[in-house]
């Protein structure tokens, strides 16, 4: 909308003499009558003596009026002042028919094309100046109240953005500060036991090794021993026992090392952001997170298992907030397996489903650059513009809030200055991509 200068701001303040009228008129007489007593009062008069002329002039001046004939020759009043209300530049500009037309049709007529009064020729000047200096006040007026609304829309705009961006990052500090308590209080929990366990089972190992050596020892020393000693060695099947002894304790070894290392990602993703940025290593994130994902991946009663591809580049470690990037790969690879547990399709449930993660550093070595794919059914252009949403979701409710792209974004380009981008392919799969800057300014803090 194009903004005149707005001496008068309310109904009571005088028009200023500084005001642009346009005057339409073919007929000479009229016109300069029309153009006088206007400039006699001060107004800035522009004059046209033909409709198009007249609105080619009103487009470049862009008048704050216009007095406009009705009867003129080729294009009249009416359609005159159709063409200026279709144009934006001149669409609000009053329009103020003259005319000798008293039949009120005519009056009606110009209403309905767009006009905000008319005067009856042959024109009375005091009425004309009346009728112009009421419709120019208007139009400051409506212009300003215009202007107003644009503002406060505008600011209103900007107070909601900012309280969605706080209500974002209220829940996101809550989940995550829940999700990092439970799993803080699980890891605690289990983390001694699970100690003592393997600190015996190192014993029991060695222990269980003398006693074989010293049965062994017997046996050869004494290879013919009474008759309940050999039933009791034939109903405990003694030479398969000796064998598989030493096996069973290696295979319990290696199930309490699993589950230390679950324990230890537990502790690594419930461990809380600190203010600054820290050092961090992307790979132990990632593996962290899988190895807590790892449940989800295996194959259940709907469908297939999911490979996972990793393809880990030689990438430094980078400066930023873990828990946070941890809860972005989280929200990724949870995206995708969610696509795999949404396969209906009975002849798709068995397919080879995989999870790609691959990472790698930019040529310049200033980004890491972290893709994480699926080969799931892809996301259609439509959805595809609003993935990353706030609320966004196309999950039943319940399964999905909407909030994983959203928080993740924010993560990723508010908190370490990066990107997050989508690539998708209709029943081809769906790309990820997160770069992040490996030298990041320490000056971005955590907001708990
Ligand atoms: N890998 C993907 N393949 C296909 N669609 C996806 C994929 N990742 C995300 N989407 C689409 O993007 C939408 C938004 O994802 P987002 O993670 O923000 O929310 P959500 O998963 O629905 O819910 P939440 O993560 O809050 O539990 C999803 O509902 C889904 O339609
Ligand atoms: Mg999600």
Redesign the pocket.
Known sequence: MVMKPTKNDSLNTNISNKSTILVIDDNPTNLSLAANALEDKGFNVLIASDSLSGIKRAKFACPDLILLDILMPEIDGFETCRRLKTDEKTKNIPVIFMTALSDSEYKVKGFEVGAVDYVTKPIQISELLARVNLHIQLYFLSQKLEQQVEERTKKLNRALQELQKSQLQLVQSEKMSSLGLLLAGITHEIKNPLGFIAGNLEHTEVAVEGLIEYLKLYQETFPVSGKIIQEKAEEIELEYLLNDLPKMLSSMKQGIEKIQEISRSMQRLSRRDKKKKVTFNLHDGIDSTLMILKYRLRANEYRSGINVIKNYGNIPKILGFPGQLNQVFM?LIA??I??FDEVTDEEKKSENFTIKISTEISLDSQEVMIKIQ?N????SEE?KSQ?FDNL????EAGK???????ISQQIVEEKHQGKIFCESKLDQG?IFTIILPIFQDNNSQLND
Do not use: E, Q, W, Y
Not at 400 to 406: A, F, N, R
């Open positions: 929200n995206n995708a969610d696509v699926d799931g059914p892809g996301i959805i993935i966004f979701t196309t999950k999905g809030t909407g909030l994983g792209l959203s769906t």
